[in-house]
C-alpha cells in the first residue's frame, strides 16, 4: 500500500526566509511520481511541483525546489525567499494508480 | 497551466434535496477526472474516478447512490450529491487528469462549498 506522511501540521517563516516542509512517503512501485500542491484559503489546489522516481536531478520551479532522497523515501519541498502570499496549506501527493495525499502543513509567513 | 472549472463555487440547500456540481476541463480533454472531499483543516479524500463514457469507480466507503458521478463527455463530469443532510457539507473539489506529457499532471477545480441546513 501506499502512504504519504507530513509530519509538521504547522509552520512559521519569516518573510524573505527560506523553508522546508516535510514528506516522507512509502511505496513498493519502482515507478511513482511525486507532487506538491499549495492551498490558499481559497480552496483552490495549485500545481507546484512535480519529482519522478527516476530523475536524477531535484526538480526545481522558480523559488519552489524540490530535495528528493530516494533511499531515505523523502521529498521535501523547499521554499527559498517565502513571501506573505505563501501563506497556505501544502499537501504532498503521490502517484501511483491515483494521487494519494498527505496531511498538509500550514505554513504561515510572518512579515 | 491548464484550467479546470467548477460550478457553483459554493451552494447551500435544504436537507432532503440534490445538489449538482459541474467539472469542467477548459483547455484539454480528460478522460479521466476526479472527485475530492475536503473537511476543515484536513486532507483531500477521493471518493471516486470519472472515466468518460464509462461508470465511476468509487472508494470504499463511497454510496455510490448517495454521491452520483456522470462523466459524459472529454471536458465535463457532475456530481449529484442526492438527498443531502447535514453532514453532507463539506468542500467538493474536482481534478482533471491531462493525458500525455511527462507528469500526467492532474490539475483541480477551484472547489465547492456545500451547506446542507
Known amino acids: 500500500a501506499q502512504k504519504i506522511t507530513q509530519t509538521q501540521p504547522g509552520m512559521f517563516v519569516q518573510e524573505k526566509e527560506a523553508v522546508t516542509l516535510d514528506c516522507t512517503y512509502d511505496?513498493?512501485?519502482?515507478?511513482?511520481?511525486l507532487f506538491w500542491y499549495k492551498q490558499p484559503s481559497s480552496g483552490e489546489m495549485i500545481f507546484l511541483i512535480y519529482?519522478?522516481?527516476?530523475?536524477?536531478q531535484n526538480a526545481t520551479e522558480g523559488r519552489y525546489s524540490l530535495n528528493f532522497q530516494k533511499a531515505r523515501k523523502s521529498a521535501n519541498l523547499v521554499i527559498s525567499a517565502s513571501q506573505l502570499g505563501d501563506s497556505a496549506m501544502y499537501f504532498c501527493a503521490m502517484k501511483g494508480g491515483k494521487l494519494i495525499f498527505g496531511q498538509g502543513t500550514e505554513l504561515s509567513v510572518k512579515p | 497551466g491548464a484550467v479546470v472549472s467548477q460550478h457553483p463555487s459554493w451552494v447551500i440547500c435544504k436537507s432532503g434535496t440534490s445538489v449538482k456540481i459541474e467539472c469542467r476541463s477548459l483547455?484539454?480533454?480528460?478522460?479521466?477526472m476526479f472527485w475530492y472531499r475536503q473537511f476543515p483543516k484536513q486532507s483531500l479524500m477521493l471518493m471516486a474516478t470519472s472515466n468518460e463514457g464509462s461508470k465511476a469507480t468509487y472508494e470504499q466507503g463511497v454510496e455510490k447512490d448517495k454521491f452520483l458521478i456522470n462523466h459524459a463527455s472529454l471536458t465535463l463530469s457532475t456530481l449529484t450529491v442526492t438527498s443531502a443532510h447535514p453532514e453532507d457539507s463539506s468542500f467538493y473539489i474536482c481534478?482533471?487528469?491531462?493525458?500525455?506529457?511527462?507528469?500526467?499532471?492532474?490539475?483541480f477545480g477551484p472547489g465547492t462549498r456545500l451547506t446542507v441546513l
Open positions: 481534478s482533471a487528469r491531462r493525458p500525455g506529457g511527462y507528469t500526467d499532471t492532474q490539475y
Open positions: 483547455d484539454f480533454q480528460a478522460t479521466t
Open positions: 511505496t513498493s512501485d519502482q515507478s511513482y511520481g
Open positions: 519529482q519522478g522516481s527516476y530523475d536524477e
